[in-house]
Structure formats: structure tokens, C-alpha cells
Nanobody, 127 residues
Framework: QLQLVESGGGLVQPGGSLRLSCAASFKLDYYAIGWFRQAPGKEREGVSCISSAGSSTNYADSVKGRFTISRDNAKNTVYLQMNSLKPEDTAVYYC?????????????????????WGQGTQVTVPS
């Protein structure tokens, strides 16, 4: 069974940084990986996505310039570096895998196209 495990969440003050990790139990070489988040009372939204080789990255407008997605296929791990965090970034963050090389044009609004999900990690930025 394909398993993804997120880590690195926590409580951080506004303006601070966190690095989330997404570790896979399988080889990630052929999977595009997305990060999504869900705040209480809100729908799940796409945050960032990276192609299987890491050559293409995508970001939601709300995080562009602040978040950076990367991957190390040798370690079967994907990262999300989050800088300049804001209270509106507070959410549970999930990583997800889709068995295609690229994220797709509408990856951010198509979480159903990602077949494997982690359990999520909480990120809290107090106001």
C-alpha cells in the first residue's frame, strides 16, 4: 500500500518559517506530488505541486514567493519550505501523490486526481 507521512508542522509566530516533509513508502520517481491544506470550515485547497523529476513547480497565488517545494527522489521525500508565515496559513497540510509525471493545469482544484494521501500535519500561525 502506498503510504505518505507528513512531518514538520507546529506552532510558529507570524513571519516565521517551517519546513514540512512528506516521506513515501514507495519510489516517488514517477509521481507528481502536491501539497494541499485545509483550514477549519474551509474546503481543501492546493498549495503547491511538483513534477516527478522536480523540473516543474506550481504554487497557489497566496503562497507564491513565500513557499518553495522541492523533492529528493533518492530519499523518496518531498519538502515544503514555508517562509514569512501568516495567520491565514493556519491549516492542516497534506501531501498527495498522483501517478503521472506532471501536475496538470488544474491540479490545485482537483485533489480527487491524487490517489494517495498522508494523514496531515497541523500548522498554526497565531494572529
Amino acid at each position: 500500500q502506498l503510504q505518505l507521512v507528513e512531518s514538520g508542522g507546529g506552532l510558529v509566530q507570524p513571519g516565521g518559517s517551517l519546513r514540512l516533509s512528506c516521506a513515501a513508502s514507495f519510489k516517488l520517481d514517477y509521481y507528481a506530488i502536491g501539497w494541499f491544506r485545509q483550514a477549519p470550515g474551509k474546503e481543501r485547497e492546493g498549495v503547491s505541486c511538483i513534477s516527478s523529476a522536480g523540473s516543474s513547480t506550481n504554487y497557489a497565488d497566496s503562497v507564491k514567493g513565500r513557499f518553495t517545494i522541492s523533492r529528493d527522489n533518492a530519499k523518496n521525500t518531498v519538502y515544503l519550505q514555508m517562509n514569512s508565515l501568516k495567520p491565514e496559513d493556519t491549516a492542516v497540510y497534506y501531501c498527495a501523490a498522483t501517478a503521472v509525471p506532471r501536475c496538470g493545469v488544474y491540479w490545485y482544484r482537483a485533489p480527487n486526481t491524487f490517489g494517495s494521501w498522508g494523514q496531515g500535519t497541523q500548522v498554526t500561525v497565531p494572529s
